[in-house]
């Protein structure tokens, strides 16, 4: 069974930092890109970043592009995001999620329970 | 970045009722699209991929239309247990942004 579970989550200052970790198992970790999802309280959801199998590529969404830095160890199965610079906007619940590769672009097809990043002083 | 809008973007409905909800993408996305559902305090699932493609396990009153900038999630017969928020997530480009979501609610 594919299970994804976050931690890391918690209340932070503005301008303060915090590392949230995914941990992977019931599949292949090094064999598949991740993907970091947040949702604000009571709003959609917003895409985040995701990393390429043996971490060598990432890409970014621009509201987090130099703040954030997603990383993963394919030896523990893990997957991280190092938020720097944090804002009140970057409260969220955020998600790792696996990507599934189709004909036609890259879904997420399992997601965690999130982690709650409160950005407050 | 790729503009998603979906609508409505809330829908009252009773058990029974065919729904159809409608995302349209600011720009040409060919069937790079996914549909997902969510419910309250719950993470997303993914329902459709490939615009029409049904993922594995979903039930088969769930269905996808569409290519370009318009598409379609259907629920031919809603359930109860289809109650729930309903996005849709374009996948051509980055970043592989959603639509505001479309909350389903009994009528």
């Known amino acids: 069974e594919v299970q994804l579970v976050e931690s890391g989550g918690g209340l932070v200052q503005p301008g303060g930092s915090l590392r949230l970790s995914c941990v992977a198992s019931?599949?292949?970790?090094?064999?598949?890109?991740m993907s970091w999802v947040r949702q604000a309280p009571g709003k959609g959801l917003e895409w985040v970043a995701n990393?390429?199998?043996?971490?060598?590529?990432?890409h970014y969404a621009d509201y987090v592009k130099g703040r954030f830095a997603i990383s993963r160890d394919n030896a523990k199965n893990s997957l991280y995001l190092q938020m720097n610079s944090l804002r009140a906007e970057d409260t969220a619940v955020y998600y790792c999620?696996?990507?599934?590769?189709?004909?036609?672009?890259?879904?997420?097809?399992?997601w965690g329970q999130g982690t709650l990043v409160t950005v407050s002083s | 970045d790729i503009q998603l809008t979906q609508s409505p973007s809330f829908l009252s409905a009773s058990v029974g009722d065919r729904v159809t909800i409608t995302c349209r993408a600011s720009?040409?996305?060919?069937?790079?699209l996914a549909w997902y559902q969510q419910k309250p305090g719950k993470a997303p699932k993914l329902l459709i991929h490939?615009?029409?493609t049904l993922q594995s396990g979903v039930p088969s009153r769930f269905s996808g239309s569409g290519s370009g900038t318009e598409f379609t999630l259907t629920i031919s017969s809603l359930q109860p247990d289809d109650f729930a928020t309903y996005c849709c997530?374009?996948?051509?480009?980055?970043?592989?942004?959603f639509g505001g979501g479309t909350k389903v609610e009994i009528k």
């Open positions: 997530q374009q996948l051509i480009s980055y970043p592989r942004t």
């Open positions: 490939t615009a029409s």
């Open positions: 720009q040409g996305i060919s069937t790079y």
């Open positions: 990393i390429k199998k043996d971490g060598s590529e990432s």
């Open positions: 019931g599949f292949s970790f090094s064999s598949q890109w």
């Open positions: 999620a696996r990507d599934y590769i189709t004909s036609f672009g890259v879904p997420n097809d399992y």
